[in-house]
């Protein structure tokens, strides 16, 4: 656990000597996402019988806690295994891989809360009427450590910044905008819709605008992402052995 621990202070130290720089570069999408689709495209546009800029926020919330859970690990896990080539000391010292695993995971998963609570704020101040509960924030969190989660098992496998570049452009990239976050999936043909409800970043924005929905619909996207994490987050781990 000392090591979960020791990770967690270590990211600790890193975010509060770039306070500012983290936070300032955490807003700068949501404000321009919440310009463009708040004040530009959702005058007058309702969707699923709300107004859009309702319907885009949990979107915008569920695309940027992904982007800055991932970005984070990412730049964590690819600096000290390409370059520092630290990642590999770790994996050898007599540690607990698990717990070495967790410690990145959480620390990017908490990024992403920060950055989740920083839209919040400035939903608020774009007067948007978001619902924020216990399930709200239940779904934020998982969203973050699957995210975190499956940018660390990649970063296990990948052997260069390109080959992780890649990857964003052909996993994130069109998660970001075909997964329910700027609009509703009932438009998109069957064959297509199916496959976007397989992925998590899905059930995020479903999860994120169902907290007043029927219970059936509240228990599977967490459930969901739950299995989601567990099953990248052992993947991960049994990478990790094997290269000891």
């Given at each position: 656990m000392s090591t979960f621990t020791s990770i967690l202070w270590q990211e600790y130290i890193l975010f509060k000597r770039k306070f500012w720089t983290i936070t300032l570069a955490s807003m700068v999408s949501p404000i321009l996402y919440l310009i463009a689709f708040g004040w530009g495209l959702g005058g007058g546009v309702t969707v699923e019988g709300k107004a859009y800029i309702n319907f885009v926020i949990p979107g915008i919330i569920a695309l940027t806690t992904m982007t800055s859970s991932y970005n984070n690990t990412a730049n964590s896990v690819n600096i000290s295994r390409i370059f520092y080539k630290t990642f590999e000391t770790f994996m050898i010292a007599p540690i607990s891989i698990a717990y070495y695993a967790l410690g990145k995971i959480v620390a990017g998963a908490l990024m992403g809360m920060y950055s989740a609570l920083l839209?919040?704020?400035?939903?608020?101040?774009?007067?948007?009427?978001?619902?924020?509960?216990?399930?709200?924030?239940?779904?934020?969190?998982?969203?973050?450590?699957v995210f975190a989660a499956i940018v660390f098992t990649v970063g296990v496998f990948i052997n260069s910044h390109s080959d992780m570049s890649k990857f964003s452009s052909f996993v994130i990239t069109p998660m970001s905008f075909l997964c329910g976050t700027f609009f509703s999936l009932d438009k998109m043909p069957l064959t297509i819709k199916n496959i976007i409800w397989l992925l998590p970043l899905t059930h995020t924005s479903l999860g994120l605008r169902s907290s007043n929905d029927n219970l059936t619909n509240m228990i599977i996207h967490p459930i969901i992402l739950i299995l989601y994490f567990i099953f990248i987050f052992l993947i991960g781990i049994r990478k990790c052995k094997r290269a000891e």
């Open positions: 839209i919040i704020v400035l939903s608020i101040i774009f007067k948007a009427g978001i619902t924020i509960n216990l399930y709200f924030i239940l779904i934020i969190i998982l969203n973050c450590l």
